[in-house]
């Protein structure tokens, strides 16, 4: 089973960017799509972003123009970079990934705090 382990939150200023990573632990290629969802407190968990295997990338329009995923195939890794950060998108952020057959898979989680 792969397993998806994600990296990078913190906490930063309003305009500010942070890069998070989400490795996996086999071929990213076993998973068609991969995105991220972040989950605010006391709200529904929100989807954010995909790419597919075939690199064809969606962005949710909260956030599209502030954030670009991409891919280190050789490192199994899939990155999101968020620029221009506002506290609204504080937030748990968890990667996802999905196959042809199967469950989802999902991250642990990685938390985000923009501070105003």
């Known amino acids: 089973q792969v397993q998806l382990v994600e990296s990078g939150g913190g906490l930063v200023q309003a305009g500010g960017s942070l890069r998070l990573s989400c490795v996996a632990s086999g071929n990213i290629f076993s998973f068609n799509v991969m995105g991220w969802y972040r989950q605010a407190p006391g709200k529904q968990r929100e989807w954010v972003v995909s790419?597919?295997?075939?690199?064809?990338?969606n962005y949710a329009d909260s956030m599209k123009g502030r954030c670009t995923i991409s891919r280190a195939i050789g490192e199994s890794t899939v990155y999101l970079q968020m620029n221009s950060l506002e506290p609204e998108d504080t937030a748990v952020y968890f990667c996802?990934?999905?196959?042809?057959?199967?469950?989802?898979?999902w991250g642990q989680g990685t938390q985000v705090t923009v501070s105003s």
């Open positions: 790419i597919t295997t075939g690199g064809s990338t």
């Open positions: 996802y990934g999905d196959r042809s057959f199967g469950p989802r898979s």
